[in-house]
């Protein structure tokens, strides 16, 4: 975590992707989150769709992750009923972004549907999350936040 910044979700949408990608890279994998993850879609950050394309984004399709108590496994919260479903394993490991201790979001072995779909998770700040995504072990545009209330 940064001793000096302090992030929120809605900072994040004001840095470009290079610059989440650095802020990635200079955070500590943090520990296993546990409870539910209130997520927000980085997709075109630093632009002025942002911000809309996170709330399309919440609205329809993903609303966060819900980690087991153990910090083991998690499913996503998707539609816009706040269904539990994909599962993941959840472990600390290697990036492949930069091979440094990361939090594994890994639906390999969990999910037939999200088989080719890693994601990986680094603390930011107390309870914020920055995640990246990778499809078939290469890394998308898309990024996300993950909140944990309390934290």
């Known amino acids: 975590m940064t001793d000096t910044v302090v992030f929120t979700s809605r900072d994040l949408h004001r840095h470009s992707g290079k610059e989440l990608d650095q802020i990635f890279a200079a955070a500590p994998a943090g520990s296993l989150p546990h409870g539910l993850g209130r997520g927000t879609a980085l997709i075109l950050t630093n632009t002025p769709f942002s911000r809309f394309l996170a709330g399309f984004a919440r609205l329809g399709a993903w609303r966060g992750k819900q980690f ?69 072990k290469r890394k998308l545009p898309v990024r996300f936040a993950l909140s944990f209330a309390g934290r």
Do not use: H
């Open 68 to 136: 087991a108590d153990d910090g083991s496994t998690l499913l996503n919260v998707v539609s816009p009923f706040g269904i539990r479903a994909i599962k993941a394993a959840v472990y600390l490991g290697p990036s492949w972004v930069d091979q440094r201790p990361c939090v594994v979001l890994d639906y390999s072995q969990t999910s037939f549907v999200a088989r080719p779909i890693r994601d990986e998770i680094r603390e930011i700040a107390p309870g914020m999350y920055l995640g990246m995504v990778f499809f078939w």
